[in-house]
């Protein structure tokens, strides 16, 4: 390792990330290159750029650990080194997947097994079982090594914990299998009550013993077992990905003290990993995620999509979020720009396109990065190159701090149902969508909580189908509504007790004489819509639907307390749930969003500066008070601003 790595004050430049600061760069993958001298031409492109962070290490482990304990760091040594003295910070990935193929050979329980049985050969990235407990061994060893190595690095800002965690193809092996039995033995400590908890009786299905257990196909829904049991495998997983990855957290903060940790979270995996753990548990600085909306100049609902994806994997952390991959591929040009724009209005802090380099072999070869594949950059770097130039103007203002009123409840159980055959088509992860994308339209900050996590700090909290709620969560919403809060719960919430079986009591379970109803059938209406049977016991009807010539209630109010409980007894996106949402906002004086044209985003980032994004093609005129001043290109307004079609602004008032 260089010299310049032995400054005194290496530590204290090396972690010195602002509070109030902006990052663009890009993820660079140098083990693609046979020269130095190509690294230095990449590199020279990013300073030329303006960039101030490069995301590297992930997916590159035998780049590092070619055999088992033959480590080889020199030539990364000397990456880092020319990074720093281009003033380039690094987010350093800590590459424990894929597993290296020796690692395959020395612990073939790493190999992942498909529900058939067939062997997946390791030729995919993520064909990689992380509970394997000898992989897990090599990989927390890997992570020593190189937060050990790197902690002091005059160029690191932060260790980054993996690539996509809790992503990948779900093995089926008889290691799974044993392991399974024995997470199902400690939970349940009987197999009585394992039956009973699996409604084993159902389709005459009890074992006799837990090694009887057989693990259930999750691609298969329904007719890869019951829902209990596939909940149960699905918890198996999440714990078994969390134990692994608080053990590789452990080890980075061990050997890297007071270095920041980050993730670069898949929100789509959290099908089978509860991703709220490590937002609420405080082990991991950062969280963080890929965005990509798409490709395409107009893509409003996909920014939609990806914002929501932000949210849910932030939930309630305080620290700024980190896009540590953002969209270059195909983008069409401005696309790239617009989401970095819209994305400073949810707390991120970094754009990090994805990728560098146009890669010359492998599963990604053809996604395109900024430089194409002779070296040369594209359209894309000179874009990267403007939002750089732009966020250095701005930077001082960001990132922006949210002011949440309002809680959306996002829960990994009742989302896990949500992928059961058979379940009502109102899952609970879509109705969390479109609870979220009611403000998105509306730019009004909203919080995606853990129902069981929160604090419940809110003046709103929705809960928008949330099939499982504990008898503890219950308590706690019950305790929130009658302090004086207030709630919106819709169709198909509380529906379970924690194994997945519908409750045998009245509904919605545990909170049935807070909210003041009873909950009969799901009912199919004439013009083909579910709704609830609901039965009124104290709550009073605010709006009705008709079931064959027969208004019944499908909007209700309650007062519980010093608050109230609404209950829409249809699926969020419905227009009784907007109009219940809207009202409520007005009734509790919660602060609505900047008054602007359809299809534009802005947040008030403090009271005198004003963030603006043009989704349309079409130029919007936004009508002020006073007088503004572009930050961006200087142009004043007066009365109006005429934000033309896919751009963004920056604002500052006298």
């Known amino acids: 390792m260089k010299k310049i790595i032995s400054i005194a004050i290496i530590s204290l430049i090396a972690l010195d990330i602002s509070a109030q600061n902006l990052y663009v760069g890009v993820n660079f993958h140098p083990h693609d290159y046979e020269s130095m001298t190509e690294i230095d031409g990449q590199i020279a492109l990013m300073k030329e750029a303006g960039f101030n962070v490069a995301r590297l290490g992930h997916l590159a482990w035998d780049s590092y650990e070619p055999s088992d304990g033959e480590f080889r760091f020199g030539w990364f040594d000397e990456v880092m080194d020319k990074m720093y003295e281009a003033g380039i910070k690094v987010i350093l990935d800590i590459p424990v997947r894929p597993a290296p193929m020796w690692v395959h050979k020395a612990c073939p329980g790493t190999t992942v097994v498909t529900f058939d049985g067939d062997t997946l050969q390791p030729l995919h990235r993520y064909y990689n079982d992380v509970g394997d407990p000898g992989y897990q061994k090599y990989a927390v060893r890997l992570a020593a090594e190189m937060s050990r190595r790197y902690a002091k690095h005059p160029a690191l800002m932060a260790f980054g914990i993996d690539n996509e965690l809790g992503d990948g193809s779900i093995s089926y092996s008889n290691d799974v299998r044993q392991r399974f039995v024995r997470w199902l033995a400690d939970k349940y400590g009987t197999v009585d009550a394992l039956n009973k908890a699996w409604a084993g009786w159902r389709w005459s299905r009890q074992v006799n013993s837990f090694d009887d257990v057989e693990l259930p196909d999750l691609s298969k829904a329904l007719y890869g077992g019951n829902a209990e049991r596939q909940l149960d495998f699905r918890r198996f997983l999440s714990d078994e990905i969390l134990k692994f990855y608080t053990d590789v957290i452990d080890c980075v903060n061990e050997e890297a003290p007071g270095v920041p940790t980050y993730s670069n979270a898949w929100y789509y995996s959290t099908k089978f990993f509860d991703y709220a753990e490590l937002s609420y548990n405080g082990k991991m600085t950062y969280g963080g995620c890929g965005f990509y909306p798409g490709t395409a100049l ?70 395109q990065g900024l430089v194409d594949w002779d070296g040369t950059p594209n359209y894309k770097y000179y874009e990267y190159k403007r939002i750089a130039v732009e966020f250095g103007k701005i930077s001082k203002w960001f990132p922006y701090k949210p002011d949440y009123e309002v809680g959306i409840a996002l829960d990994f159980v009742s989302t896990a149902l949500g992928k059961v055959n058979g379940y009502p088509a109102a899952a609970h992860e879509n109705q969390a969508q479109a609870c979220f994308d009611w403000f998105f339209d509306r730019n009004m900050d909203v919080r995606i909580i853990d129902p069981a996590r929160s604090t419940y700090d809110y003046k709103l909290v929705i809960l928008p189908g949330v099939t499982y709620l504990s008898e503890e969560t219950c308590g706690k919403i019950r305790k929130y509504i009658e302090d004086g809060g207030t709630v919106i719960m819709t169709s198909r919430s509380s529906m379970t007790d924690e194994f997945g079986k519908v409750l045998k009591c009245t509904q919605p379970g545990g909170l049935d004489d807070v909210f003041g109803i009873r909950l009969g059938g799901i009912l199919k209406t004439q013009d083909g819509r579910d709704v609830d049977e609901i039965e009124l016991r104290g709550a009073s009807e605010t709006a009705s639907c008709d079931f ?37 906002i007005g009734n509790l004086g919660i602060k609505r969003g900047p008054d602007v044209p359809e299809r534009v985003s802005a947040r008030w980032i403090d009271d005198r500066h004003l963030l603006i994004l043009n989704h349309s093609s079409e130029p919007k005129t936004i009508n002020i008070k006073g007088k503004g001043r572009s930050l961006l290109d200087g142009e004043v307004f007066k009365e109006s601003i005429v934000l033309e079609g896919d751009d963004a602004d920056f604002i500052e008032f006298k």
């Open 548 to 584: 064959f010539g027969k208004t019944i209630p499908l909007v209700t109010e309650n007062r519980y307390g010093k608050g109230r409980a609404v209950y829409v007894g249809t699926g969020a996106g419905s227009e009784e749930v907007s109009k219940a949402i809207d009202d409520i």
């Open 298 to 367: 107009d893509s409003y609902y996909g920014m939609r999509g990806a914002a929501f994806g932000m949210a849910r994997i932030q939930y309630e952390q305080t620290t700024p979020h980190w896009c540590n991959e953002f969209t270059t591929m195909q983008a069409a040009p401005g696309a790239c720009r617009k989401q970095a724009y819209l994305t400073l209005m949810y707390a991120n802090q970094m754009v990090c396109g994805w990728t560098m380099q146009s890669m010359w072999g492998g599963e990604e070869q053809y996604l």
